[in-house]
């Protein structure tokens, strides 16, 4: 059985900064993908970032490029993301993901955390 926990999410204002990490427990997840989703009310699931299990590709999408960074320790089993320079528009609950393949598409990752909200008032 695979865990994942997402942790780092609140309340701030537009401009600050948040880092959320995803705690990976139960079998090994070597040569995964991991990747952070977001989902805002009555919105679908939107890709965030995505991280082979090298870190040697990294895929984030215009809306947050420049301003998220997406890293992983493997020997920890975490993922993180630092979200600078935040937006209003960037509220949603945040998720992370572990699939096969290195992907922006919800469909290709097989296990998920619970989310964490993040809200970033104006």
Do not use: H
């Not at 600050?16 to 705690?23: F, G």
């Not at 998220?68 to 993301?81: M, P, Q």
């Amino acid at each position: 059985q695979v865990q994942l926990v997402e942790s780092g999410g609140g309340l701030v204002q537009a401009g600050d900064a948040l880092r959320l990490s995803c705690a990976v427990s139960g079998r090994s997840l070597g040569g995964y993908a991991m990747g952070w989703f977001r989902q805002a009310p009555g919105k679908e699931r939107e890709f965030v970032a995505a991280i082979t299990w090298s870190a040697g590709r990294i895929l984030y999408p215009d809306s947050v490029k420049g301003r998220f960074t997406i890293s992983r320790d493997n020997a920890k089993n975490t993922v993180s993301l630092q979200m600078n320079n935040l937006k209003p528009e960037d509220t949603a609950v945040y998720y992370c993901a572990a699939g096969r393949s290195y992907d922006g598409r919800a469909s290709m990752y097989d296990y998920w955390g619970q989310g964490t909200q993040v809200t970033v008032s104006s």
